[in-house]
């Protein structure tokens, strides 16, 4: 199957600082890339949706200014986290979908466990 | 407002004793209903995609059913690699037609020797 990889999968930082996520698809173009935020014992919430080349459009209260998605090709997407503060810390998901599929079939990858100290 | 709703939250099974885990959703333009296992610290790994009402699909111990509000994941004399959270998700059509994925909040299942 398709494999998506995220990267780094666990990040300390210091609040106040930048942390920058990456998620590539390895075997396929990924037209559409959406990023999901899951806290504990909880399911995913959809952040953000990008398509390759354009704005990302977000999910109603997340902040785009704090949330930066970049969907420069079509095997990477990058969510950074800025002025991370401890509330941010979270298990942050990336999906992908390929170029002609018009279903939910999505493709995870194994996500990224962000702490803010 | 749409709705995808899982139950129960968690479920403890002995070795070999068979249970259902539900998924009841309302959504409005519906393009297909996903399973997907999640370990601990793991992303979600795809399990099944149903698209229409009396539509089932197997893998292995996994039974997946779906009806017009509703949709079951039976599992079949389970074993401890079974435990997991299995997430339901729906997928509809949105306006900007890319379409968005809405998860429930998933079933943790524990299953014991």
């Known amino acids: 199957g398709a494999v998506v990889s995220q990267h780094p999968s666990w990040v300390i930082c210091k609040s106040g600082t930048s942390v920058k996520i990456e998620c590539r698809s390895l075997d396929f173009q990924a037209t559409t890339m959406f990023w999901y935020r899951q806290f504990p014992k909880q399911s995913l919430m959809l952040m953000a949706t990008s398509n390759e080349g354009s704005k990302a459009t977000y999910e109603q209260g997340v902040e785009k200014d704090k949330f930066l998605i970049n969907h420069a090709s079509l095997t990477l997407s990058t969510l950074t986290v800025t002025s991370a503060h401890p509330e941010d810390s979270s298990f942050y998901i990336c999906?992908?979908?390929?170029?002609?599929?018009?279903?939910?079939?999505?493709?995870f990858g194994e996500g990224s466990r962000l702490t803010v100290l | 407002e749409d709705q995808v709703t899982q139950s129960p939250e968690a479920l403890r099974l002995q070795e070999g004793e068979s249970s259902s885990l539900n998924c009841s959703y309302t959504?409005?333009?519906?393009?297909?209903l996903f399973w997907y296992r999640q370990d601990p610290g793991k992303g979600p790994e795809f399990l099944f995609t149903?698209?229409?009402a009396g539509e089932e699909k197997e893998k292995e111990r996994l039974k997946a059913t779906l009806t017009k509000k509703e949709s079951f994941l039976h599992i079949t004399a389970p074993k401890p690699e079974d435990s997991a959270t299995y997430l339901c998700a729906v997928f509809r059509v949105t306006t900007d037609s890319w379409g968005k994925l809405q998860f429930g909040a998933g079933t943790q299942v524990v299953v014991t020797p």
């Open positions: 999906s992908a979908r390929g170029a002609g599929s018009s279903t939910g079939e999505l493709f």
């Open positions: 149903l698209y229409s």
């Open positions: 959504v409005s333009g519906l393009r297909g």
